[in-house]
């Protein structure tokens, strides 16, 4: 079993940025798929990123450009760099650990979910 538990949520003015954390504890974190999803109000939850195990990177076409997902094996952590903030990327975050080798976009990979994070961008 793996628990997620994410932080560095909160208020940010359009145009700022914001730094999303995820520990992992409970399974070799180098083992492990990690990815970002986000629920809006009202909407259906989606993808922002993903990083493989071995390091490999995909974005939704939404964010690419503006966040960066990176991991740090030593620290058991995935982080989520976001820059230039829109208010329509307002949502809870939330983080994602897969056992799928070739870690993608499907929510059906990730077996694991922490709680979330909330993300406002003001604008």
């Known amino acids: 079993q793996v628990q997620l538990v994410e932080s560095g949520g909160g208020l940010v003015q359009a145009g700022g940025s914001l730094r999303l954390s995820c520990t992992a504890s409970g399974r070799t974190f180098s083992t492990l798929g990690m990815g970002w999803f986000r629920q809006a109000p009202g909407k259906e939850r989606e993808f922002v990123a993903t990083?493989?195990?071995?390091?490999?990177?995909f974005y939704a076409d939404s964010v690419k450009g503006r966040f960066t997902i990176s991991r740090d094996n030593a620290k058991n952590m995935v982080l989520l760099q976001m820059s230039s903030l829109k208010p329509e990327d307002t949502a809870v975050y939330y983080c994602a650990a897969s056992d799928v080798v070739m870690t993608g976009p499907q929510q059906g990979h990730y077996a694991y979910w922490g709680q979330g994070t909330q993300v406002t961008v003001s604008s």
């Open positions: 990083i493989r195990r071995y390091g490999t990177t």
